[in-house]
């Protein structure tokens, strides 16, 4: 099994700086896609920044500019600083890990943190 444990988020003011963190745990194996999620009240949960085991990384329109995802391959971690915010970045993330090899296969959630942004 696979446990993903997240850290950071909280309240903050528009323009401000946060940083979230997840680590995760048990059997990790490669290629992987790892990254964050996050869902507003009221809407679907949507891609915010993931980053493959090749360093590929894509990011969701609405951040780019303003957020960074970083990821520890050997560590197997991911970190995502979001700077700039906007009261529209008010949402629950989570922290996601997909993994592809046989055996080991599945999509992976954290318990989600919260991160408010006030106007």
């Known amino acids: 099994q696979v446990q993903l444990v997240e850290s950071g988020g909280g309240l903050v003011q528009a323009g401000g700086s946060l940083r979230l963190s997840c680590a995760a745990s048990g059997i990790i194996s490669s290629p992987n896609v790892m990254g964050w999620f996050r869902q507003a009240p009221g809407k679907q949960r949507e891609l915010v920044a993931i980053s493959t085991t090749a360093a590929m990384t894509q990011y969701a329109d609405s951040v780019k500019g303003r957020f960074t995802l970083s990821r520890d391959n050997a560590k197997n971690t991911v970190s995502l600083q979001m700077n700039s915010l906007e009261p529209e970045d008010t949402a629950v993330y989570y922290c996601?890990?997909?993994?592809?090899?046989?055996?080991?296969?599945?999509?992976?959630w954290g318990q989600g943190t919260q991160v408010t942004v006030s106007s």
């Open positions: 996601n890990l997909k993994q592809y090899r046989l055996g080991s296969a599945g999509d992976y």
